[in-house]
């Protein structure tokens, strides 16, 4: 197990799902950790059960000048930033004709917007402590789905910028991943849950055979984002149970 003592986390959207699932691998790691939504009572309720360890910051991480509010929070709080977790996202989904110009914004700022800025905010910290930034993408970002596109594509593009950030950033000592996940159980997939025909297909696809737990994604996170993965940078792991490999 990775130790992440004295060290500081941030983790966007850690209020629930897989945010909420790497945010209590940190904090059992031995991390302070802020998370941060939209959702005050969600993000209240998640640092109460994740205990005195976690602190949250209610904020719409699309909206300008936000990010640079949270990091500057964060390092008023903790004092440092070790870790960048850039998990808050969402998109349409949807085939193009039903996909209307504010749904390709709306799904751009969050999966491509938000996490540039956040990095860009981070890097002087990143650069002090030598810390590292991991990007919740998805296995759509490379592999293809009908009726995804405006998702797919913006979580390519967060991969891309995970791989061009990795050669930027690289001299400063910050390393750059993602963790690429498959259908994993969380709120977000209640639209595939709801449908028991999509559910079994899914299933059958996946030769690990069941969806993945947040828990699943979580271990990855600290995988990449601990010392053992030193020498990892620039990468995009599937975690997805070899769902669309
Ligand atoms: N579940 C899957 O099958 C799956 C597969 C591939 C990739 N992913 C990726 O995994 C990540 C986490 O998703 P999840 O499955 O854990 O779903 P989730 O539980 O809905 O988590 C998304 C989190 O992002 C936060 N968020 C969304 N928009 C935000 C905004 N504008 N400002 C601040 N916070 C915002 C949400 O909090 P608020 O609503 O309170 O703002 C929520 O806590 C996402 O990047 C998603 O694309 C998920």
């Given at each position: 197990?990775?130790?992440?003592?004295?060290?500081v986390v941030?983790?966007?959207?850690?209020?629930?799902?897989?945010?909420?699932?790497?945010?209590?691998?940190?904090?059992a790691s031995g991390a302070k950790v802020v998370i941060t939504?939209?959702?005050?009572?969600?993000?209240?309720?998640?640092?109460q059960e994740?205990?005195?360890?976690?602190?949250?910051?209610?904020?719409?991480?699309?909206?300008?000048?936000e990010p640079a509010r949270i990091v500057e929070e964060t390092i008023g709080k903790f004092g440092r930033l070790d870790v960048l977790v850039n998990n808050a996202g969402t998109g349409t989904m949807g085939p193009l004709s039903a996909t209307s110009d504010t749904d390709i914004e709306s799904?751009?700022?969050?999966?491509?917007?938000?996490?540039?800025?956040?990095?860009?905010?981070?890097?002087?910290?990143l650069a002090t402590t030598k810390g590292a930034v991991v990007n919740i993408s998805s296995v759509t970002a490379r592999g293809?789905?009908?009726?995804?596109?405006?998702y797919a594509s913006s979580k390519a593009a967060g991969e891309h910028a995970v791989r061009l950030l990795a050669a930027e950033l690289g001299p400063m000592g910050i390393r750059v991943n993602a963790v690429a996940p498959g259908f994993t159980d969380t709120d977000a997939l209640a639209y595939v849950k709801?449908?028991?025909?999509?559910?079994?297909?899914?299933v059958?696809?996946?030769?690990?055979?069941?969806?993945?737990?947040?828990?699943?994604?979580?271990?990855?996170?600290?995988?990449?984002?601990?010392?053992?993965?030193?020498?990892?940078?620039?990468?995009?792991?599937?975690?997805g149970g070899g769902y669309m490999l």
């Open positions: 197990m990775e130790n992440f003592e004295n060290k941030l983790v966007t959207g850690g209020g629930s799902g897989i945010g909420k699932a790497t945010a209590a691998a940190f904090v939504g939209r959702r005050k009572a969600v993000l209240e309720k998640t640092a994740l205990g005195s360890q976690v602190h949250f910051i209610a904020a719409d991480v699309c909206e300008t000048g799904t751009y700022r969050i999966n491509v917007f938000a996490p540039l800025a956040f990095v860009r905010e981070a890097i002087p910290h293809t789905l009908p009726a995804v596109v405006a709801s449908n028991e025909e999509m559910m079994g297909m899914i059958a696809q996946t030769p690990m055979g069941r969806l993945g737990k947040p828990e699943d994604i979580a271990s990855a996170v600290l995988m990449l984002a601990g010392d053992r993965a030193a020498w990892v940078t620039g990468q995009s792991v599937q975690a």
